[in-house]
């Protein structure tokens, strides 16, 4: 068996084995781009905006306490002038989101995390809904899919000469076997140059030795971080802690007003006041982290490993933006518009590459009857 045959026969094995689980997670991955454009709509985010300030961190205190009293209160995010301020929100079990009008208070809208076809389509995309056990399957069929890139390319490649015009461009008037083989071909490599990078961030999510093996190399296991920490003062000295969290929370919106905030509430004694300004359209990369001692609002400055994002070590930055990777978002709408149709060019490459497989098993069968 030659080197080709032996590649084919390993692109077919691969493909019928991982086929229906790869089209799952393809196509959900494909639909779950969108996740943010969903849930704003889904879960009512955009408010009428109002000449008004935003309310502060007690006003959402209160809010939950009226309407969610069992509710552990965690994080607020303060977006732009048209959209609900997001809470955090941690029970037994699972957590929500709460979604409060920013001029007003009013609770617009509250969703437990884990339910919902959101939350579906995302455990569909990463466990195949199975669990932990779903998790698993996932990485080694995002591994074996990899190969079938790989093996893919290889095929497409002409076993003689360089590729011709056939080779880049469908033939659409064509039989439907051709149209069919040209639509797994063409497309396929296509889509090839685009899943690459969607599917090596998958493994390198899904396989820890990935991630181990890149803080050995850039050196991260050789740094050293500093812990932020409030001091706390003797009994009866400190000041209110909502009155420290409503002054920075307020500070912070008003000094980064092109830009999201969100406020991490401390649930230690010596706990710090965390807060994260976000670029919407700039990933995670562009997130800077402040820390502020939650009695007297004062800065915590050291060397800490969620800190300004110019400061962010090798591994961090190649970890952040594998996340923006994955979906495209690093190239902004555009970059998920390729994202998503390449994930649907590759849910659509285990239909074709089966009818292919079938036409010429057909074919051979009915070649082997003739010549009886």
Known sequence: MTLRKLIVKI???????????FFIIALSGAIYTWQPEFSRIAFHQKVHHE??????ITDIKNTLERNFPEGDFRT???????????????????????????????LIHLQDMNKGWISTLKNLHRNLLLGPPGREIVHWVTLLAMGMLITGLVIWWPVKGRPGKDKFTIKWTASSKKLNYDLHNI?????????????????????????????EFSGENNLTWESPQSLVPAAGQANSKDEVLNRLIQEYHTNYADAEVRINIPHKEDGPVQLSVIQP????????FYYHDQYTGEPIRGNFQNGLAENRSTFGKINGLVYDIHFGSVWGLPGKILACFASLIGASL???????????????NKKSINSI
Do not use: C, M, Q
Not at 78 to 104: C, K, M, Q, W
Not at 191 to 201: H, P, R
Not at 350 to 364: A, E, S
């Open 51 to 56: 000449n008004k300030p935003f309310i502060s």
């Open 76 to 106: 607020a995010l303060y977006r732009d002038p048209e959209s609900a301020i997001e809470v955090l929100i941690y029970v037994p079990g699972t957590y929500f989101h709460a979604y409060i009008n920013p001029y007003s208070g009013e």
């Open 187 to 215: 497309l396929g490599f296509y889509a090839t140059w685009i899943l690459i990078f969607t599917i090596g961030t998958g493994i390198f999510w899904g396989f820890a030795v990935a991630r181990e093996s890149l803080k």
């Open 11 to 21: 692109h077919l094995y691969f493909g019928l084995l991982t086929g229906l689980l």
């Open 281 to 288: 359209t700039a990933g995670i990369n562009a997130v800077d």
């Open 350 to 364: 285990p239909i074709t590459g089966f009818l292919v497989w079938w036409n010429k098993r057909k074919l051979k």
